[in-house]
């Protein structure tokens, strides 16, 4: 469900009107105008003209179609990013009174993490990414968590596990509406958070929607404390 940025109308209901989505508001026909001239500047097509949305890029709108094209995102993820930028963002697990970190913001991945604990070591920074994803790390080790389809299968899933003496550095990057946390280090290979794709099944970055890359930030000096040499 969706509702007009300016006049309210809905694309559900009685009285359902088409929508198009616009750097993130969605619009009418009616309203489309206020944002003047929307049209992709790469294959010219226009809101309502066909089912494609449009984003500014770099000065230009693209439309979803060459978005994915290009290899900047997928529609679905666009329209995804929009509708969850609503939902309180994800939190960097946070030492309870007892000392130890929640790990619940992974979710299913929890299990994977834990499974691949050495007795008595103790996680000091937990960071649920997008769909599949999540980073972690002890005093001893770093950990990229990937399940589903971020490990290759819908099935599947893998944690890699890295001695923090393997990690040289660690780089937040920001595209248009992804970000990844990318760890550096000797035969590590880096990412375009442009082509987030390549980023999602790595086994040394961890990707997230743009607008919930705080919660990273906020990580990264604890992180970064780690690091030898």
């Known amino acids: 469900m969706a509702n007009c940025t300016s006049c309210g109308a809905s694309n559900l209901g009685?009285?359902?009107v088409d929508l198009v989505l616009v750097d993130g508001a969605w619009y009418c026909k009616k309203c489309i105008s206020q944002k003047g001239?929307?049209?992709?500047?790469?294959?010219?097509?226009?809101p309502?003209?066909?089912?494609?949305?449009?984003?500014?890029?770099d000065g230009n709108y693209v439309c979803t179609n060459c978005m994915e094209k290009?290899?900047?995102?997928?529609?679905y993820d666009y329209i995804m990013s929009v509708v969850t930028s609503g939902r309180p963002a994800p939190r960097t697990a946070a030492a309870g009174g007892d000392g130890k970190v929640s790990l619940d913001d992974l979710g299913p991945l929890r299990n994977l993490l834990e499974e691949n604990l050495e007795p008595g070591e103790k996680i000091e920074v937990a960071l649920a990414g997008n769909t599949g994803e999540g980073l972690a790390c002890s005093s001893k080790h770093v950990f990229v968590l990937k399940s589903g389809m971020a490990a290759g299968s819908i099935t599947a899933k893998k944690c890699i596990k890295y001695p923090w003496s393997a990690i040289s550095g660690i780089e937040i990057k920001e595209g248009a509406l992804y970000g990844l946390i990318e760890l550096q280090g000797s035969g590590l290979p880096s990412y375009d958070a442009r082509d987030i794709n390549k980023a999602k099944q790595s086994e040394n970055a961890v990707t997230f929607l743009a607008n919930k890359r705080q919660p990273f930030d906020s990580a990264l000096p604890k992180l970064k404390s780690y690091i030898r040499g």
Do not use: N, P, Y
């Not at 290009?70 to 529609?75: E, F, L």
């Open 37 to 46: 001239k929307v049209k992709c500047h790469l294959c010219g097509k226009e």
């Open 70 to 75: 290009q290899g900047i995102m997928k529609k």
């Open 48 to 57: 309502f003209s066909s089912d494609e949305h449009f984003k500014t890029i």
């Open 14 to 16: 009685l009285g359902r």
